[in-house]
């Protein structure tokens, strides 16, 4: 299997614009995770999912930021507007069944920076 | 809520040298314990994982880690490190059944030298 992918790696923008980052969990995973990473704060959970429907989303930082999962194979983030404070690494990861047991695979990332 | 501290920001080991990363999580019940190691530009990958039984977890890599309730700590160690294992390596801590959700540590990286 591929992995988690994500998509693009790394995207410039500047303040204002919208920005999407999109994820492809692993084939079969019911459970889909967005996380936020920056050196202030950490890794931060955003929002998941369980079988395309979102579950929590009690992380997402302001209304400017939504997520979806149209299918199972695929999923976006949407920052609009975009700010500098945005700029972060965003992570993707997908388990199997869910559950605090669960192994969470992790995608590479995208890392967002908003001039 | 559950917390999870990794007082260790950063650690510098010789290679060969013996290893042991710092975690202590806050939580009223018997938490699930995970540690993930982040490659510079990579995501997380899995170590190692404890629900419960045998206190001792092995793990990928050479890799253990020991849960202590009475410390509220699941310290990872490795007896002698790579210079492949410089990294940045995060401790999580999961709630009881039901609930998917993660809360990870601020990271401790690890530097390898000569």
């Known amino acids: 299997d591929a992995g988690v992918i994500q998509s693009p790696r790394h995207e410039v923008t500047e303040m204002g614009q919208e920005v999407t980052l999109r994820c492809k969990p692993i084939?079969?995973?019911?459970?889909l995770f967005w996380y936020r990473q920056t050196m202030m704060r950490g890794l931060e959970l955003l929002i998941y999912?369980?079988?395309?429907?979102?579950?929590?989303d009690s992380g997402m930082p302001e209304d400017r930021f939504s997520a979806k999962m149209p299918n199972a194979s695929f999923s976006t983030l949407k920052i609009q507007p975009s700010e500098p404070r945005d700029s972060a690494v965003y992570f993707c990861?997908?388990?199997?069944?869910?559950?605090?047991?669960?192994?969470?695979?992790f995608g590479p990332g995208t890392r967002l920076t908003v001039l | 809520a559950q917390s999870v501290t990794q007082p260790d920001i950063h650690i510098t080991v010789s290679e060969g040298a013996s290893l042991e990363l710092r975690c202590n999580y806050s939580y009223g019940a018997t938490p699930y314990l995970f540690w993930y190691v982040q490659s510079p530009g990579q995501g997380l990958q899995l170590l190692l994982k404890y629900f419960s039984g045998d206190t001792l977890v092995q793990g990928i890599k050479g890799f253990e880690a020991e849960f202590k309730r009475s410390q509220s700590s699941f310290n990872l160690r490795k007896p002698s490190v790579h210079w492949s294992d410089a990294a940045e390596y995060f401790c999580a801590v999961g709630l009881s059944f039901g609930n998917e959700k993660l809360t990870f540590g601020t990271g401790t990286r690890l530097t390898i030298i000569p």
């Open positions: 084939s079969g995973h019911d459970y």
């Open positions: 999912f369980n079988n395309n429907v979102p579950i929590d």
């Open positions: 990861a997908s388990s199997l069944r869910g559950g605090s047991t669960d192994t969470q695979y």
